[in-house]
């Protein structure tokens, strides 16, 4: 989307509905009707969406305002997250973008980035601040009369004022040491009286001694007066929860900032009034604890929850924990919180053991809702993750990747390319999130196992798993296939990852496997899955490098090839990681490398030896009399003044520790002859690769 197609004007859209036809019709510039999801219009979404551009913007920026929004926001679900710092950011957009600064190359390319990225991207924030700074207004408080002071500076230092004038807001928003706030209200004569309208006071919570600076403000320049409540912004302009605010500010200090009824800041932090007049809590105030014994006990016997343990001798254990909880070791094993918001109440148990119920059924994801009724309700991975618990809990399942907003749709053109008929439902999935809102819990847990058994350390020889786990953690776009085959008895599932080497997750009777997708003989595994054939035409359609490798035979061929060269480098060309101070260091965590190392520098470099071994660990250097030594414990390192970082692994090894492995020399003799053919075939793969 360019900068001119933004600013081209639109119809006026009075309503969702109006704008759900517009839309339609292609009269929004960059919006098709792909924005739906392939599901009907939400006009309730359109409608609020429309009352907050209507509500934040003038009636000649407001079009384009719609404009702008919905192709950042690219779905209608995303609308949700546009907040008040998306507005913000929006109103810097505008303010600036006829200015003949904004032409600059490098200015340019910050505008024209803020149009393309989506809602949830970080360089929203970073956006609004740079601009700010970069077309910062110039002005100069003259008398302190430009402000009002709501709670005067105390024995430590905390104060609360009103700035009256851009050019007060512009001064109070720095303190010495500290530097200047990223506020736009002190960047912008615009944004200073755009955002005090209606006598929207921007309270500014100052301690010079202690370097804090908040700003606050009730909304009224834009809510209507049953929606008021506080939002206070750190010194980098950020949103921050009531947490920190209590924990940083005094009660004494919040209480001197009241709203138009008189009612504190105080008053409100624990509950406020929602649209519907309903008592509602205020998103961070929870309290969670962790049970001991006896309490865990009593909670599942007062709520008859049916839970077993099973130890890690995959033994039943029954419901009277007793015995098992005493045992020291396995109290790290397991552990039970019990989490409170107002009324609602949760029991969430950290296990690093399975836990099953009565009818050894596993339980995934436990966490249980405990109603004033008594009854019991269990929840699923997803309400964990959409559901506002506390994010410390979300950190002990989940990683941020699993947290962002789902992306996914379903492709409705299979049914075209599907030999019969249509109980299959495929999706393409671009996120993790994705994945984990479409998959069943015993998939998506399946999942987490695998990640759980790799060591980042050293990587499985396993492709598959070494994909999967770069999926959960790289920051890489992916897009997987995922069926859902719908059978009247029974749901079946199959997740198709279209990585440089894919690979699927199918069933298989109870369990879940897990395989390359390297011949087309594996097509059969698909096949048999959804009970059904796909013309490999849809594949070529929408997936080319799905279809080369399924079907493309020249393709496989110079796959396989580049493979085997991958194994050759990885496995036989040896080199130091880096090199620091004339030291030599090298990472060898697999038997075959350090087999090579052994042949090809057993006559140069002095390598320990025990009788007829050579002893090496994962992590060597070479000094500069050419004497090998195996870094073991982060003492050796230390001593090289080197960490795991310098080699460029990611993790770390339990305890800092390494382990030697002894090399049989004639081991190593029988494995290079043996395996001479092999590699003077492959070394001439590489020069014709590399040609």
Not at 305 to 318: E, L, Q, R, W, Y
Not at 476 to 498: D, Q, T
Not at 610 to 629: A, R, S
């Amino acid at each position: 989307m360019s900068i001119k197609s933004i600013l081209l004007e639109a119809t006026e859209y009075a309503d969702g509905t109006s704008l759900v036809k517009a839309i339609l019709r292609g009269q929004v510039v960059g919006i098709s009707k792909r924005f739906f999801n392939s599901e009907e219009p939400d006009t309730k979404i359109l409608d609020k969406f429309l009352q907050i551009v209507k509500t934040n913007f003038d009636k000649p920026l407001q079009n384009k305002a719609i404009v702008l929004l919905l192709n950042k926001a690219k779905y209608i679900d995303n609308l949700k997250y546009i907040d008040n710092q998306i507005i913000d950011a929006t109103k810097t957009y505008f303010n600036n973008i006829n200015k003949s600064k904004a032409k600059e190359p490098e200015v340019k390319k910050l505008f024209d980035k803020f149009e393309e990225v989506d809602l949830t991207d970080s360089f929203n924030q970073e956006f609004e601040n740079r601009i700010n700074r970069l077309f910062i207004d110039m002005a100069k408080m003259k008398s302190n009369d430009e402000y009002e002071v709501i709670y005067p500076t105390d024995e430590e230092g905390w104060e609360v004022v009103v700035p009256k004038t851009f050019a007060a807001a512009k001064s109070l928003s720095s303190i010495k040491g500290l530097g200047k706030a990223y506020w736009c209200t002190s960047a912008s004569s615009f944004n200073f009286n755009d955002y005090t309208r209606k006598n929207n006071k921007l309270y500014m919570i100052r301690n010079v001694k202690k370097k804090i600076l908040y700003q606050m403000d009730w909304g009224y320049a834009y809510e209507y007066e049953s929606d008021i409540s506080p939002s206070f912004k750190n010194f980098r302009d950020k949103s921050v929860s009531i947490n920190e605010v209590l924990k940083n500010i005094p009660l004494r200090v919040l209480s001197s900032i009241k709203n138009k009824k008189g009612v504190s800041v105080v008053d409100l932090l624990d509950k406020f009034k929602n649209e519907k007049g309903e008592e509602k809590q205020l998103d961070t105030v929870w309290k969670y604890e962790e049970l001991s014994k006896k309490q865990f006990l009593d909670l599942i016997e007062q709520y008859h929850i049916n839970i077993n343990v099973i130890n890690s001798s995959n033994k039943a254990i029954n419901i009277n924990l007793e015995t098992v909880l005493s045992d020291k070791n396995y109290k790290n094993l397991i552990k039970f919180f019990l989490l409170k918001n107002g009324n609602k109440k949760f029991l969430y148990i950290d296990s690093k053991e399975e836990i099953y119920d009565k009818k050894k059924r596993k339980i995934l994801f436990p966490i249980y809702e405990l109603k004033e009724n008594g009854k019991v309700i269990k929840h699923d991975k997803n309400f964990i993750a959409k559901e506002n618990l506390p994010e410390v809990l979300k950190g002990k399942i989940f990683n941020p990747k699993e947290l962002e907003k789902p992306i996914f749709r379903e492709i409705k053109e299979v049914k075209d390319y599907l030999v019969s008929s249509n109980t299959v439902k495929l999706y393409e999935i671009k996120n993790l999130a994705g994945i984990r809102t479409l998959v069943s819990s015993n998939l998506y847990s399946f999942l987490k196992k695998q990640i759980e058994s790799v060591n980042p350390l050293a990587p499985s020889q396993n492709s598959t798993l070494n994909s999967l786990y770069k999926i959960f953690n790289s920051k890489r776009p992916m897009v997987a296939l995922y069926f859902k085959v719908i059978n009247k008895s029974s749901i079946n599932e199959f997740l198709l990852f279209n990585t440089e080497n894919p690979f699927f997750i199918y069933k298989y009777y109870d369990r879940y496997e897990m395989e390359e997708l390297q011949k087309k003989e594996r097509f059969t595994v698909i096949a048999s899955t959804l009970k059904k054939e796909i013309d490999p035409e849809f594949f070529k359609k929408y997936y080319q490098s799905l279809y080369n490798r399924l079907f493309n035979k020249e393709y496989n061929l110079n796959y396989n090839n580049r493979q085997d060269t991958e194994l050759y480098k990885m496995l036989y060309i040896v080199q130091p990681r880096f090199i620091k101070n004339g030291n030599k260091f090298y990472y060898l965590p697999n038997i075959k490398q350090k087999i090579y190392f052994c042949d090809k520098y057993k006559d140069i470099y002095k390598i320990k030896r025990d009788g007829k071994y050579f002893v090496l660990g994962d992590f060597i250097v070479v000094d500069k009399n050419n004497k090998v030594t195996s870094l073991l414990k982060k003492e050796d390192f230390d001593k090289f003044n080197v960490s795991f970082s310098d080699f460029r692994v990611n993790g770390y090894y339990d305890k800092l520790e390494s382990f030697t492995i002894k090399v049989n020399k004639e081991l190593v003799n029988a494995a290079i002859k043996e395996k001479k053919e092999e590699l003077e075939k492959t070394k001439a793969l590489i020069r014709k690769n590399t040609k």
